[in-house]
């Protein structure tokens, strides 16, 4: 790999900038993020199915407008910050202003 890598170093960027770009990459991010920070307040983490959290109810948690899978954010109901689990059951739905509106705060208190 390493060999590789030397001998396409510029072409290696280029595919690199072009997938941090998607939303592939978004998701995945935002994911492991949550999963460290989980991990790292031992919260309690288990392996998500995000295409699972979203056919059960494909519509914001919180302002109900139905989305397509590509303008999901998947909220913690109970946030990380506040001791809740990075597990399927502790994941909505939502849509993005819904998501940043409710920032760290529990869904009771918005």
């Known amino acids: ?3 590789y890598y030397e001998n396409n170093k510029e ?3 280029e595919t690199q900038k072009k997938y ?3 939303d592939q990459f978004k998701a995945n991010h935002r994911h492991h993020s ?3 920070r989980a991990r790292i307040l031992n919260n309690g983490t288990e392996k998500i199915d995000f295409i699972d ?3 059960t109810d494909p519509k914001c948690f919180y302002c109900g407008i139905p989305l397509l ?3 999901v954010e998947f ?3 109970i946030p990380i910050a ?3 689990s990075h597990t399927k059951n502790n994941l909505r739905v939502s849509c993005a202003p819904c998501n940043r509106r409710k920032g760290a705060m529990s869904y009771q208190m918005v």
Do not use: E, I, P, Q
Request: aromatic share 12%.
């Open 34 to 36: 949550a999963l460290r």
């Open 53 to 55: 959290v979203y056919k």
């Open 69 to 71: 899978f590509n303008d």
């Open 75 to 77: 909220d913690h109901y």
């Open 11 to 13: 072409s290696h960027n």
């Open 82 to 84: 506040k001791g809740g």
């Open 1 to 3: 790999m390493r060999t």
């Open 20 to 22: 941090r770009l998607t």
